[in-house]
């Protein structure tokens, strides 16, 4: 069961779903997930993820067809993490209501909660990147060949990708102009 308003209570948040049959970008207006065009059906969710700048839920369906929940809440301000910027799909903008439809030459939209400018087309996605230090012996461990023989020591070894969570979409790559979610 899907419970959003344990993690965001009133506040309004991004939500991107992947359903059977689309994938869709909405929002959380602190009581319901709205979609542009249909109602969510949590028996349709592949994934879910509902975010803002300070945290991310997620929701994957497993094989077994419930639904696994992981929450990520943090700032990035460890210097363990990194931002990152995805061109988000679409090349023309066009004024729907609350909502900006975006459309390629190719065929096919995303509906984004915002109104985006008609005239720029760059809309990104902020994702924030998680890395670790994997801790290798250090010390005697070389001397033996024998690495439980050696010495652990902290950020020292390679370092390794963790987590990631999705945190906004800009209207550039360098996150300095933020996009507001038209609830």
Same mark, same amino acid.
């Given at each position: 069961?899907v419970?959003?308003?344990?993690?965001?209570?009133?506040?309004?948040?991004?939500?991107?779903?992947?359903?059977?049959?689309?994938?869709?970008?909405?929002?959380?207006?602190?009581?319901?997930?709205?979609f542009?065009?249909?109602?969510f059906?949590?028996?349709?969710?592949?994934?879910?993820?509902?975010?803002?700048?300070?945290?991310e839920?997620?929701?994957?369906?497993?094989?077994?067809?419930?639904?696994?929940?992981?929450?990520? *809440? =943090?700032?990035?301000k460890? $210097?363990?993490?990194?931002? /990152?910027?995805y061109?988000? #799909?679409?090349?023309?903008?066009?004024?729907?209501g609350?909502?900006?439809?975006?459309?390629?030459?190719?065929?096919?939209?995303?509906?984004?909660?915002?109104?985006?400018?008609?005239?720029?087309?760059?809309l990104?996605?902020?994702?924030?990147?998680?890395?670790?230090?994997?801790?290798?012996?250090?010390?005697?461990?070389?001397?033996?060949?024998?690495? *439980? =023989?050696?010495?652990?020591? $902290?950020?020292v070894?390679? /370092?390794?990708?963790?987590? #990631?969570?999705?945190?906004?979409?800009?209207?550039?790559?360098?996150g300095?102009?933020?996009?507001?979610?038209?609830?």
């Amino acid at each position: 069961m899907v419970d959003i308003q344990k993690s965001f209570g009133g506040d309004i948040a991004w939500a991107y779903a992947v359903f059977y049959d689309s994938v869709r970008v909405g929002y959380w207006n602190g009581a319901k997930l709205r979609f542009h065009g249909i109602e969510f059906d949590e028996g349709n969710v592949q994934e879910l993820r509902v975010f803002d700048a300070n945290r991310e839920l997620r929701y994957v369906r497993l094989p077994d067809d419930t639904l696994a929940e992981r929450c990520l *809440d =943090d700032t990035g301000k460890t $210097p363990d993490a990194s931002d /990152l910027y995805y061109a988000v #799909y679409g090349e023309k903008n066009t004024p729907a209501g609350v909502w900006t439809i975006r459309t390629e030459a190719r065929g096919g939209e995303l509906a984004i909660p915002a109104i985006l400018d008609e005239k720029r087309s760059d809309l990104f996605l902020k994702v924030r990147n998680y890395f670790q230090w994997n801790e290798v012996p250090v010390g005697r461990a070389s001397e033996t060949g024998n690495a *439980d =023989d050696g010495d652990i020591k $902290p950020n020292v070894g390679a /370092l390794s990708f963790r987590d #990631y969570r999705f945190v906004g979409f800009f209207t550039d790559g360098k996150g300095k102009t933020e996009v507001k979610i038209n609830a």
